[in-house]
């Protein structure tokens, strides 16, 4: 299963610790500190899944610097980042399709890389953007 979560501090402690999710697209967060800190930390680190994280660069409650320590963070070895120009709710149209693009059904993904001949399944999960 696959996820976009348009909340990453609902869909990082999901991503992080439910076994049948295989990817995901996140962002829009960061190492600033927030009330639950250090545990929010720690499901960085426990996230293994392929994922996908979308940045605003004018961003003013997550600072691109503190945005890259999270990206680094995350314990995925496959991950990319989306930078784009534009405030925190200012994630260009494209990147709904860009999202799509990554959960394209592919070869499932497991957490231990394996590949199969199942189609990736899309679930909604929160946000205006579901896949």
């Known amino acids: 299963m696959v996820g976009r979560v348009d909340g990453t501090s609902i ?3 999901f991503v992080a610790t439910v076994p049948c999710i295989t990817c995901a697209v996140l962002g829009l967060a960061s ?3 927030h009330p639950g800190h250090d545990e929010y930390l720690g499901w960085a680190r ?21 945005a890259l320590e999270l990206f680094d963070l995350f314990g995925s070895e496959h991950k990319t980042m989306h930078l784009n120009p ?6 260009l149209g494209f990147e709904r399709g860009e999202s799509a693009r990554f959960f394209a059904p592919t ?8 590949r199969s001949t199942e189609r990736a399944e899309a ?9």
Do not use: K, M
Not at 55 to 66: A, F, L, V
Not at 107 to 114: I, K, L, N
Not at 123 to 131: A, L, Q, S, T
């Open 11 to 13: 869909g990082l402690p």
């Open 31 to 33: 190492t600033v500190p």
């Open 46 to 66: 426990q996230l293994t899944v392929p994922l996908l994280f979308l940045c605003q660069r004018d961003d003013g409650g997550h600072p691109i610097d503190n």
């Open 86 to 91: 534009g405030p925190h709710v200012g994630i």
């Open 107 to 114: 070869p499932a993904r497991s957490r231990t890389e394996s």
């Open 123 to 131: 679930i909604p999960f929160g946000g205006r953007y579901g896949v």
